[in-house]
C-alpha cells in the first residue's frame, strides 16, 4: 500500500469512456477504497461509514442504517441488479394463479 498505509479512501470524479446508455451519465463521482488484507464484512462496514460520514457532514442527513442486499436477493425482488428502491416496484410471481 502507500506509505505503510494499510487503508485510505479517495472521492474522485469518473468520466465512463464506455459506450453510452440512457440510464448511465458519463461523469459521476465515486468513493474509491484501497484497503490490504480485508473481508468482505470490513469493506461493507468501512463504506458504509463513509457514506454515512459524508451524508451528515454535506447534507445535514443523519442515516441510521444503510440496507444491504445481495446479488440473488435483488434478482429475485426486481429482477436486476442494481434496483431503484424508491418506488418499491417488486416483482410478483403470479405462476400459482389460474388462467380465466
Same mark, same amino acid.
Given at each position: 500500500?502507500?506509505?505503510?498505509? #494499510?487503508? !485510505? =479512501?479517495?472521492?474522485?470524479?469518473?468520466?465512463?469512456?464506455? @459506450?453510452?446508455?440512457?440510464?448511465?451519465?458519463?461523469?459521476?463521482?465515486?468513493? @474509491?477504497?484501497?484497503?490490504?488484507?480485508? @473481508? +468482505?464484512? +470490513?469493506?461493507?462496514?468501512?463504506?458504509?461509514?463513509? /457514506?454515512?460520514? %459524508?451524508?451528515? @457532514?454535506?447534507?445535514?442527513? #443523519? *442515516?441510521?442504517?444503510? *440496507?444491504?442486499?445481495? !446479488?440473488?436477493? /435483488?434478482?429475485?425482488? =426486481?429482477?436486476?441488479? /442494481? *434496483? #431503484?428502491? $424508491?418506488?418499491? %416496484?417488486? %416483482? $410478483?410471481?403470479?405462476?400459482?394463479?389460474? /388462467?380465466?
Amino acid at each position: 500500500m502507500v506509505s505503510g498505509m #494499510d487503508r !485510505y =479512501f479517495q472521492i474522485t470524479r469518473c468520466f465512463r469512456d464506455e @459506450d453510452l446508455r440512457q440510464d448511465r451519465q458519463p461523469e459521476f463521482t465515486q468513493i @474509491d477504497l484501497e484497503m490490504s488484507f480485508v @473481508d +468482505r464484512q +470490513r469493506v461493507m462496514t468501512l463504506a458504509a461509514g463513509v /457514506a454515512q460520514t %459524508l451524508f451528515k @457532514d454535506v447534507v445535514d442527513l #443523519d *442515516p441510521t442504517s444503510i *440496507p444491504v442486499m445481495s !446479488y440473488a436477493q /435483488a434478482m429475485e425482488r =426486481f429482477g436486476v441488479d /442494481a *434496483p #431503484d428502491l $424508491r418506488f418499491g %416496484l417488486e %416483482l $410478483r410471481n403470479l405462476g400459482e394463479l389460474e /388462467a380465466v
